[in-house]
């Protein structure tokens, strides 16, 4: 029997992310963790959950890109800092080293492993928050967080996950079984 | 420098869910982890991209109403298995305990530590995903993997992790540090 616990939200934990905007003509960054994968495919949609009150909305609304930036584990304190002060009244440009690519309003972070730029593909607009989904153009990763089949290496990427219950990002843990291939055991049993 | 991976899908990992659904009469389960959260508040949305070639698309879109439950990493082998095989050719009500609360339509699983109702919000067409926009009306759990203040604590849930560029379901590791607090380290250098 289990207890009912009202709407309590337990889909956590959710990769922490860094969106990288342009806002006001300055690289603006914030803290997303509320974040989701649409599909597989390509086009590749992601879906970043942003609310109204935050300053990053109008970039992305103006300038229909933004990045993904994905910290590891030792940008923990920096990672915090962008989702504690806001851009209205802070230059957060300047924490990080900034780099582009091919999109001169979507402003990624050197020092994260991997990072991502995106197109505005569609925002749903509720009450409260925007939920801007955002189609992959191109990904750019460190080499030494590459496989040798030249895949992510979710080991050395080291995330930060969120966990909205006890408030603390979590690290990682080890690897549990193969997807695809544990559950064949049930399937001999048909 | 960083190396361009195409349009690598960097944001991995994700929790990795048991969709519940009633389809001609049966329950049926599928491991979805591509999932989001959308908000933060009530109604509290959430999503979840399923490929149109599955079995459950017809439950949900029918009864516009579904479960989603956690497992633990204990039910690895379960939850792979309800990814490998389709309801189409596969009971999938018998694998594990099935029971109701609000809903006749949103079968749960009593293994699942967390289970929750949720009704459909929104559906978006992709070309080959529907993605459901759930909004959470109930949420259940085991009083043992509750904190003293209610809270879901979520080393007791112990859940799994999708990554799709290692192919394995990875284990949650250990706390980091405490959100919108840590990176008050750089707010008093400001």
Known sequence: MKKKINKTNALYPTLTTILGTMVNGKPNFITIAHVGIMNHGDPQYLSFGVSKAHFSNQGILENKVFSVNIPSKDLVVETDYFGLVTGKNTDKSKVLDVFYEEY???????????????????????????????????????????????????????????????????????????????????????
Chains 1, 2 share one sequence.
């Open 104 to 190: 001169d309003k979507a402003p990624m972070l050197k020092q994260c492993p991997v990072t991502m730029e995106c197109r505005l593909a569609q925002t749903i607009d509720f009450k409260t928050h925007d939920i801007f989904i955002g189609e992959i153009m191109a990904t750019y990763a460190n080499e030494d967080v590459l496989m040798k089949n030249g895949k992510i290496d979710i080991r050395k990427i080291d995330p930060l996950l969120f966990d909205m219950s006890s408030l603390k990002y979590w690290a990682l843990g080890e690897p549990v079984a193969n997807c695809w291939n544990v559950g064949k055991a049930l399937k001999k049993k048909e």
